[in-house]
Nanobody
């Protein structure tokens, strides 16, 4: 069974950068579309980015477009989320998740129930 482990969260000043990793264990991640989601207390979880299993399609929410970059590395079995120009409103717990059913050149974070496997989350705090 696939297990996802996020890492790379922490405290960063506004305008700074962080890189998150989502490592897959027990199964090859390249079979899955991978999505990144985030959640703050009292708010619904927000899908912010995804990458198709082929790696050719990458989608971003408007809130992070132009600042975040998603990528995947088959050899390390890891998906990355590079976050630049961070803002206080980016503070959240960040989760990665895997969607087995997405076709190879599609991904979306619109339907959370499509994502079968979830990591435990990593905290990102943007504050001066």
């Amino acid at each position: 069974q696939l297990r996802l482990v996020e890492s790379g969260g922490g405290l960063v000043q506004p305008g700074g950068s962080l890189g998150l990793s989502c490592a897959g264990h027990g199964y090859d991640l390249h079979h899955y579309a991978i999505g990144w989601f985030r959640q703050t207390p009292g708010k619904e979880r927000e899908g912010i980015s995804c990458i198709s299993s082929s790696g050719y399609v990458r989608n971003y929410a408007d809130s992070v477009k132009g600042r975040f970059t998603i990528s995947r590395d088959t050899i390390s079995n890891t998906v990355y989320l590079q976050m630049d120009s961070l803002r206080p409103e980016d503070t959240a717990i960040y989760y990665c998740a895997a969607d087995l059913l997405a076709v190879s050149n599609m991904c979306t974070t619109d339907v959370e129930s499509d994502y079968t496997y979830w990591g435990q989350g990593t905290q990102v705090t943007v504050s001066s």
